[in-house]
């Protein structure tokens, strides 16, 4: 007769493994999913902060500030650095202070580094706002395209548009041609 011992020794050591990684990977899967929904809470703290005319104020006054100093020329003059400097510390400071009110164990470090790890799979306003701080060709375009708004150089494209319906299933059609033969001008 087998003993109980004799049992657990029969017993394939790897057999308890399997239920071991299953337990691992599901304990991973919930704590990725907890930083998942920290990260999208912030983000949408973020997106109500940017969102107030605090904020609107602080980043026009700043562009305000600066914009006259910036060129559409492939050279960056040395100034553009201590501009970014004062933009990414401005902008980094009350995006933290509002943070920091709103969830009070926010760290900006941490978030610093999820964005910079999650960068590829990030779009939208937010994120071009973050993008800023770490990538000054993106922060020279955003003050480019300040100066051409204020210039009034940009290229309003919202008057040569025009809507028509792809099929006639969209409603009644105006048009009595049934030819599929590309007008010409010749008769």
């Given at each position: 007769m087998a003993?109980?011992?004799?049992?657990?020794?029969?017993?394939?050591?790897?057999?308890?493994?399997?239920?071991?990684?299953?337990?691992?990977?599901?304990?991973?899967?919930?704590?990725?999913?907890?930083?998942?929904?920290?990260?999208?809470?912030?983000?949408?703290?973020?997106?109500?902060?940017?969102?107030?005319?605090?904020?609107?104020?602080?980043?026009?006054?700043?562009?305000?500030?600066?914009?006259?100093e910036f060129d559409d020329n492939e050279e960056n003059k040395f100034i553009y650095t201590d501009i970014h400097k004062e933009y990414t510390s401005l902008i980094e400071q009350h995006l933290e202070?509002?943070?920091?009110?709103?969830?009070?164990?926010?760290?900006?470090?941490?978030?610093?580094?999820?964005?910079?790890?999650r960068k590829d799979e990030l779009d939208g306003e937010v994120f071009e706002i973050l993008l800023t701080f770490t990538d000054f060709i993106a922060f020279k375009d955003m003050m480019l395209d300040y100066k051409m708004q204020i210039e009034g150089k940009t290229v309003d494209l919202s008057c040569?548009?025009?809507?028509?319906?792809?099929?006639?299933?969209?409603?009644?059609?105006?048009?009595?041609s049934t030819s599929t033969q590309p007008h010409t001008g010749k008769r």
């Open positions: 003993s109980v011992h004799d049992k657990d020794l029969d017993m394939n050591p790897l057999e308890g493994d399997e239920d071991m990684e299953c337990g691992e990977s599901e304990f991973d899967e919930s704590n990725s999913s907890i930083v998942d929904e920290k990260f999208d809470s912030i983000v949408g703290h973020i997106e109500d902060i940017i969102m107030q005319d605090e904020f609107q104020k602080l980043q026009e006054q700043f562009y305000q500030k600066w914009y006259k202070t509002e943070l920091v009110k709103r969830i009070p164990d926010f760290s900006m470090e941490e978030f610093s580094r999820q964005i910079t790890e040569g548009l025009c809507i028509t319906p792809l099929s006639s299933s969209c409603g009644p059609s105006t048009s009595t």
